[in-house]
């Protein structure tokens, strides 16, 4: 989970460096404006903190630095100047590497932010100093080289095998020779001989040192003055400036090393001077660019009010295709037929395209989930482990956006009243810390989102008898044990007697049903008395565009949703043997179904030619009588506004090739709504 | 409420004037064919297209228990949107638009129409124009009706 933060860190902090740079710029036409000034300052201080918390070592103690320049600007302490600017453009750049990389693995790079932060130090020290501003140009390493007069050295150094008898340790002369300046090791162990023969109290290595210092020859004979009898010591003076942080050296060290063969005088100085260190320099910049456009192709951050717009258009577009695939059919001219064909093949996969770019990854909620499970719990003297299944789970984002109040209604449910206090979990033989699941999959056209505890549970025969006392069920009606676990979801239903400020806040089950209606879902209870309740949420994958099935009841035209429907039946198969309960035999099976004229209280006749249409509802099959299947339709589902959202049994329009409206059938809604009847009959 | 208005649109409903404020209407248009939807309250006739957005039409003459209604070539719908957003876009099937007109001078007194209007209770005021009464129809009070 850390590296989605990681990834999210990235890529908001390349977009606090494109500010960062728009602001640079800015400041570089007027380096007194006050609001700029702060604007880099905050900047940097997010990239300090945030590449601090995620691990982004290297790049918090090198914006650090950075930030105290631009402090002392702010403090009216340092004037900006050319060169405070440029240092950090180039400072920017490093910042990106160091996203990009994360902390710096490479020898020569660390070295390299070293002698960096030393030049940025080196302005801000300039407020100390007041010196000249030459300081940043002088500092940087290749100058360096030429004018405090270091030298370059090959020195070579192979111990005898005794050397180790005597007490010597041979790394304390590689320190010294580091402390005279900077220097790069090779180490040359293929000697040691295989394990039997080894001996610890002899050496087998020896070593090659590239050291650039300002000390002379003499000095670096002084460092093996007490072991000159006992190592062959050479040392050479080579004709270079300072190429220790070069990258060519480095791999001519880590080569030499590979290979195991000696670093020859003639390799080093090939790499060339001071001038050859900046065209390294450059090709490392061009590299690194390269690298940063790599990233920036892998993903970009788009507004989402953009992606809303898209979507809208593409809607758009297929409702005109519709237009012209019926212009095409008649006129009946076939190089418009195919053309109209190919365009409708197009906006097929663009619809797709468009959806799927609007989609995003439950993910991003469940942090907030998982903290209120932690808090709840915590208050509540509860134990309880929070489980995430199927968290990369992706959903269109305005669902999502309807989906997190629900949910940590129905989580708080489970933390509150599922789960039981540790001490009455012990009691009941259960493990004295409690499991709340989420869970989410897949399943056909719809996302099932699962919120599983294994706690108390609720028993049926207690809510049918607190249906009965407040009025919501009569006594006579039966119920199955699903229908039951619906009662919970009626408006006015509560299980918990005393509503707790915890659960409470005046919502309960029913508001949690509307609100998951509202995206076309459906919600439903399970549970087991001592073992657990199981809330399932079911939704669609997506709310503007669904493939349907058009039809016609009573001269207005509806459209189904192709993913609910199981079958289509012309009404001669269909035997209806027992109309008063509103149910049919279809072969050897028999179907509850539902008139959609009754529904609609049309009060037109039988127009002849009816149709059963069997849709798929929770785990039964249930037939919808229409008056006409017209065919098949892509259905840009437009929401019906304001005014018409109590509406039950339409969940939002279209606007066919025509310009006329159909209505969406929420089918789900429907059956329910309708199979709801039966027991709201006290009323 | 009353006092940011600066122009009226002015229509009969029943040979009564009523009128809205300018600002929250976006069209008229002529009557046409409206989408019936079933189970909704009787004011509402069904669902219009106004430029790929959809909204619902209620009559007016229904809501304010008009005896009488007939559909004439003066028939219009007026859409308006009480919040300005196309969510809240609500066509008003109206017997006829009369005007528009500014608001400059003229006296917005208390309404004191106590006509038999069913649904339409709230008011902004009356103004007594050219022999005749205009009487300002509250818009927000009227959409949340119908919203309820």
């Known amino acids: ?683 | 409420m009353k006092d940011q208005i600066t122009s009226l649109i002015s229509f009969y409903v029943n040979k009564e004037v009523f009128a809205f404020d300018t600002l929250k209407v976006r069209n008229i248009l002529e009557f046409g064919k409206i989408t019936w939807v079933p189970n909704t309250k009787d004011y509402i006739l069904g669902v219009m297209n106004l430029h790929g957005n959809i909204f619902p039409v209620a009559d007016l003459r229904v809501m304010m228990a008009t005896e009488h209604i007939e559909n004439t070539a003066d028939t219009s719908i007026i859409v308006v949107s009480s919040d300005g957003k196309n969510d809240s876009l609500i066509g008003i099937v109206v017997d006829g638009v009369k005007e528009v007109f500014d608001i400059d001078g003229l006296e917005i007194n208390e309404s004191v129409y106590h006509g038999n209007s069913g649904f339409v209770n709230s008011f902004l005021g009356t103004i007594h124009k050219n022999e005749e009464f205009v009487h300002i129809i509250d818009l927000d009070e009227t959409v949340m009706e119908i919203e309820n």
């Open chain 1, 1 to 683: 989970m850390i590296d989605k933060f990681r990834e999210k860190f990235v890529e908001e902090s390349l977009d606090n460096i494109n500010d960062l740079e728009e602001a640079l710029f800015l400041l570089e036409k007027d380096m007194h404006n006050r609001e700029i000034i702060e604007r880099i300052f905050r900047a940097m201080h997010s990239l300090k903190g945030g590449g601090a918390m995620f691990g982004f070592n290297h790049l918090s103690e090198f914006t650090h630095h950075l930030e105290t320049v631009f402090d002392l600007v702010r403090n009216d302490k340092l004037a900006v100047t050319n060169d405070i600017i440029s240092l950090t453009f180039e400072a920017i750049d490093q910042i990106k590497h160091l996203l990009q990389i994360g902390d710096l693995t490479e020898k020569a790079d660390i070295a390299n932010q070293a002698a960096f932060i030393k030049r940025i130090q080196a302005v801000s020290n300039q407020e100390e100093s007041s010196a000249s501003t030459t300081v940043v140009g002088e500092s940087s390493g290749s100058q360096v080289a030429v004018s405090d007069g270091s030298k370059t050295f090959l020195i070579g150094i192979k111990p005898n095998e005794d050397i180790l008898r005597n007490g010597t340790n041979p790394f304390y002369l590689l320190d010294d020779l580091h402390a005279m300046g900077e220097a790069k090791v090779a180490a040359f162990a293929k000697g040691i001989p295989d394990l039997g023969q080894f001996q610890p109290i002899s050496n087998f290595c020896y070593w090659q040192v590239v050291l650039n210092t300002s000390e002379s020859v003499n000095d670096i004979k002084d460092v093996f003055i007490f072991v000159e009898d006992e190592c062959e010591i050479d040392i050479k003076e080579l004709k270079v400036g300072n190429i220790i942080k070069s990258e060519a050296l480095d791999e001519l060290v880590n080569n030499s090393v590979a290979d195991q063969t000696l670093i020859t005088k003639e390799q080093i100085e090939a790499i060339g001077g001071s001038d050859d260190n900046d065209q390294d320099d450059e090709k490392r910049d061009a590299k690194r660019k390269v690298q940063l456009k790599e990233h920036k192709i892998s993903s970009i951050r788009v507004n989402s009010n953009k992606i809303d717009d898209l979507v809208n258009l593409v809607s758009e577009l297929v409702t005109i295709q519709a237009q012209l695939n019926l212009y095409a059919e008649k006129d009946g001219n076939g190089d418009i037929v195919s053309l109209a064909e190919n365009i409708q093949k197009l906006s097929r996969q663009l619809r797709d395209n468009a959806f799927e770019i609007s989609l995003i990854p439950l993910q991003s909620e469940l942090m907030r989930f998982q903290r209120l499970v932690r808090d709840l719990s915590k208050e509540l003297n509860k134990e309880i482990e929070f489980v995430i299944e199927g968290g990369d789970i992706e959903l269109d984002k305005n669902i999502i956006e309807h989906l997190t109040d629900p949910l940590l209604h129905i989580i708080r449910n489970s933390v509150d009243h599922g789960i039981e206090l540790p001490e009455e979990r012990i009691k009941n033989g259960k493990s004295p810390k409690g499991t709340i699941i989420f869970k989410a999959f897949y399943s056909g056209a719809s996302v099932i989102v699962q919120v599983i505890d294994d706690g108390k549970g609720i028993d049926p025969d207690f809510i049918r008898a607190k249906a009965i006392s407040k009025g919501l069920l009569d006594e006579n009606v039966e119920l199955s044990r699903k229908e039951i676990f619906d009662l919970v979801f009626l408006s006015g239903f509560s299980t918990k007697e005393v509503v707790s400020d915890v659960s409470g806040r005046g919502v309960g089950m029913d508001v949690v049903k509307k609100k998951i209606g509202e995206i076309r879902g459906e919600v439903s209870l399970d549970s087991k008395v001592g073992q657990g309740t199981t809330l399932t949420l079911e939704l669609p994958m997506t709310l503007s565009i669904i493939d349907g099935l058009l039809v016609k009841v009573a001269n207005n035209q509806y459209v189904i949703p192709i993913a609910n429907i199981e079958k289509i039946h012309a009404i001669d198969d269909v035997n209806f043997g027992n109309t008063l309960n509103n149910v049919v035999s279809i072969g050897d099976q028999q179907f509850p179904y539902i008139d959609v004229r009754d529904v609609f209280e049309c009060d037109t006749a039988n127009s002849g030619g009816e149709q059963l249409i069997l849709v798929k509802f929770e785990d039964r099959k249930v037939g919808l009588l229409v008056d006409q299947v017209i065919g098949e339709y892509q259905t840009v589902v437009k929401p019906l506004g304001r005014f018409l959202k109590k509406q039950e049994n339409i969940s939002g329009a279209t606007i066919m090739g025509d310009g006329s409206i159909a209505l969406v059938i929420d089918t789900n809604r429907m059956i329910h709504s309708n199979a709801a009847k039966k027991y709201r009959t006290k009323k």
